[in-house]
């Protein structure tokens, strides 16, 4: 069987922490087993659904590397929709309704009222041709319910929870289609999962719920269900209906420094068994996923912990991988140095700038001295052979320093700081003569 699968994200908003999650489970499911993997753009919502998001998904993806073999959108397959909904309507798997959501809501109330679950009472099954006549000729227009069948229960074998178990007759009908004609999410999804040949379908447990009646549309529409992934939701550092999650997107992420490898190796790990690495190379990842690997308990996104990823992944990024985000001037030497100092690419510019000059030295104190002494050993030393250790040797040799007391004042004279890149590969780059100068400037 191939493997295929599909992120669906409805274009209203940005995609955040939650989503981006699910669509690397499905891009790494297709990935690990040889599939295809294809972006879906749910836009029947033509109210809410917004061009510039459609165009922010497609580069969340691209910057994330998941990148998609094909890419529909369901605002071009109402033609498909229309074709299958008369079927099922046909079939009497699909009928009027013609309630307004005052009276559904005032049915639900005295359900629970009476310690009743609030399942649709099926009213609209009981109209007449007469009475459906009347409705419509009073300018009432019916929304389109989902017939369930309420005599098998519906059941199938998650990937990540197990055996599911539904007993549809506790369930509503769907609504599948409004008064205006647009369609709801659940039976277009259906038809395209039959359609694109979806093999896997991999999302949140939020759909759990939803799979119970797509089951059933399935069915209805003439074929065998995909397989069923649902990752236990994720939650906040601070508990489970974090604003901060829900709404963290990809573009804040990215303007956080955050590299793309450090959100992948994190998302991809969380929630299983397997511990999160910084790892580079995706195929790292992908050779241990797999849905059973996923616990079901609720995972915790921690910023922290993708910002401690992130700079590990940067200590590992060789310098072609960043070269287009550095200072103009800085190469693959000044990077290789500067980088196990990093949280964020950005600050490579600090380090650049400090190489560069000028720099801002704390007056040297009762250090003056030695930093001219400093600065006459660093004009005979040979600056083509470390430096750095014949400096300080010579120092060493001159003066009764060692320690802080003998390195520190020189960092600071050279760098302006008190930390920062091991000065032996750091010098070479300050170069000799504004190590000379800044030594004298102190
Ligand atoms: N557009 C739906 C959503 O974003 C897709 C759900 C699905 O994967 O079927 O929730």
């Known amino acids: 069987m191939t493997v295929v699968t599909r992120f669906a994200p409805s274009p209203t908003g940005r995609l955040h922490v939650g989503n981006i999650r699910t669509a690397l489970h499905n891009w790494m499911f297709a990935r690990a087993h040889g599939g295809r993997f294809l972006l879906r753009i749910d836009d029947t919502d033509a109210e809410r659904s917004e061009e510039r998001f459609v165009a922010a998904i497609r580069h969340d993806l691209a910057w994330l590397g998941l990148e998609a073999d094909a890419e529909v959108r369901q605002?071009?397959?109402?033609?498909?929709?229309?074709?299958?909904?008369?079927?099922?309507?046909?079939?009497?798997?699909?009928?009027?309704?013609?309630?307004?959501?005052?009276?559904?809501?005032?049915?639900?109330?005295?359900?629970?009222?009476?310690?009743?679950?609030?399942?649709?009472?099926?009213?609209?099954?009981?109209?007449?041709?007469?009475d459906r006549a009347r409705l419509e000729n009073d300018g009432v227009r019916p929304h389109w319910r989902f017939h369930l069948d309420h005599d098998c229960l519906v059941e199938w074998d998650d990937l990540v929870r197990g055996h599911q178990?539904?007993?549809?007759?506790?369930?509503?009908?769907?609504?599948?289609?409004?008064?205006?004609g647009s369609w709801l999410y659940m039976l277009p999804s259906a038809i395209d999962d039959i359609d694109m040949g979806i093999s896997h379908v991999v999302r949140g447990e939020d759909h759990?719920?939803?799979?119970?009646?797509?089951?059933?549309?399935?069915?209805?529409?003439g074929a065998a269900p995909p397989s069923f992934a649902h990752a236990a939701l994720l939650t906040g550092s601070e508990g489970k209906l974090s604003k901060r999650l829900g709404s963290?997107?990809?573009?804040?992420?990215?303007?956080?420094?955050?590299?793309?490898?450090?959100?992948?190796?994190?998302?991809?790990?969380?929630?299983?068994?397997?511990p999160v690495e910084p790892a580079v190379d995706m195929a790292d990842l992908l050779t241990t996923f797999d849905f059973g690997r996923f616990g079901r308990a609720p995972a915790r996104f921690d910023e922290g912990e993708l910002a401690q990823l992130s700079a590990r992944i940067i200590h590992q990024l060789p310098y072609g991988a960043v070269a287009d985000r550095l200072p103009a001037g800085m190469a693959a030497d000044a990077w290789d140095v500067v980088k196990p100092n990093l949280s964020t690419v950005a600050e490579a510019s600090d380090w650049w700038s400090v190489i560069e000059g000028p720099v801002d030295a704390p007056a040297a104190g009762e250090d003056r001295e030695y930093l001219a002494a400093a600065a006459d050993a660093a004009e005979v030393i040979e600056w083509g052979e470390d430096p750095w250790h014949q400096l300080v040797d010579k120092l060493k040799e001159q003066t009764a320093r060692k320690g802080k007391a003998l390195f520190l004042p020189l960092r600071r004279a050279l760098t302006g700081r008190d930390h920062g890149p091991d000065m032996?590969?750091?010098?070479?780059?300050?170069?000799r003569e504004r190590a000379i100068a800044r030594l004298r400037a102190s």
């Open 75 to 130: 605002s071009e397959r109402f033609g498909l929709y229309e074709k299958r909904f008369e079927e099922l309507r046909a079939a009497g798997r699909i009928y009027p309704a013609y309630e307004t959501s005052q009276e559904l809501d005032l049915k639900r109330k005295i359900q629970l009222g009476r310690g009743l679950p609030p399942v649709y009472d099926r009213a609209a099954l009981q109209l007449t041709d007469a």
């Open 165 to 180: 178990r539904f007993d549809p007759s506790t369930m509503s009908d769907p609504v599948v289609r409004r008064a205006d």
């Open 208 to 221: 759990v719920a939803n799979t119970a009646l797509q089951i059933q549309m399935f069915a209805a529409l």
């Open 248 to 274: 963290l997107g990809v573009d804040q992420l990215r303007e956080m420094g955050i590299e793309p490898q450090a959100i992948r190796a994190l998302l991809a790990r969380l929630g299983t068994s397997d």
């Open 424 to 431: 032996a590969a750091l010098l070479p780059l300050i170069g």
